[in-house]
């Protein structure tokens, strides 16, 4: 594996937590400080669109980055949750285009469903079993990749699942705490 991929490595990991961070922040205001002049969230909600945006075209691109340039080759579960994430560019993308708004609660329930796939997929790689006909299960089949290995492990716990459901989990937060604002007009 190159240097640089380290490298990489590290500067996602430290992002992914920057943005469990937001999401605390996030969920900790709409929970606690709630109303119409709290400008954190007032700011979220201004940028939803584009932080959705950049959000899910980082996460495309560094999917494809991963997969194709340094050659980790996705499981069956990666599969899935890409199914679930690649729509949100799209979604995002023409939200911005069109300034129509009706993608909020479509990227919301793509949004979920990732979510239950990346928290399966972590409960996998942390040893538990699994009904998929993953390689770990299967050695004879070699055309498949295990679901349980770790291309990424850093800082004790950032995995390319934890990864999909933190960007999950931020783009399910923003578009909630945009509806919670578009309500209260």
């Given at each position: 594996m190159p240097a640089y991929v380290d490298v990489i490595n590290k500067i996602l990991s430290?992002?992914?937590i920057f943005l469990q961070v937001v999401i605390f922040f996030i969920v900790l205001n709409l929970i606690f400080f709630k109303n119409r002049t709290n400008p954190f969230l007032i700011f979220i909600k201004k940028y939803t669109f584009i932080f959705g945006f950049l959000a899910s075209l980082g996460a495309f691109t560094l999917s494809?980055?991963?997969?194709e340039v340094v050659g980790f080759p996705p499981c069956e579960l990666c599969w899935i949750q890409r199914i679930f994430l690649y729509?949100?560019?799209i979604l995002f993308s023409m939200e911005l285009y069109k300034k129509?708004?009706?993608i909020v609660d479509f990227s919301i329930v793509f949004a979920v469903i990732g979510s239950i796939v990346s928290i399966y997929h972590i409960y996998i790689e942390n040893g538990?079993?699994?009904?998929?006909g993953c390689a770990a299960l299967n050695p004879t089949n070699t055309n498949q990749v295990s679901c349980a290995i770790r291309y990424i492990y850093?800082?004790?716990?950032?995995?390319?699942?934890i990864m999909s459901l933190t960007l999950s989990l931020f783009i399910i937060v923003i578009l909630l705490n945009y509806k919670f604002f578009s309500r209260m007009k």
């Open positions: 430290l992002g992914t494809l980055f991963y997969s729509p949100q560019l129509d708004r009706s538990g079993s699994s009904n998929l850093e800082f004790g716990y950032i995995t390319m699942p």
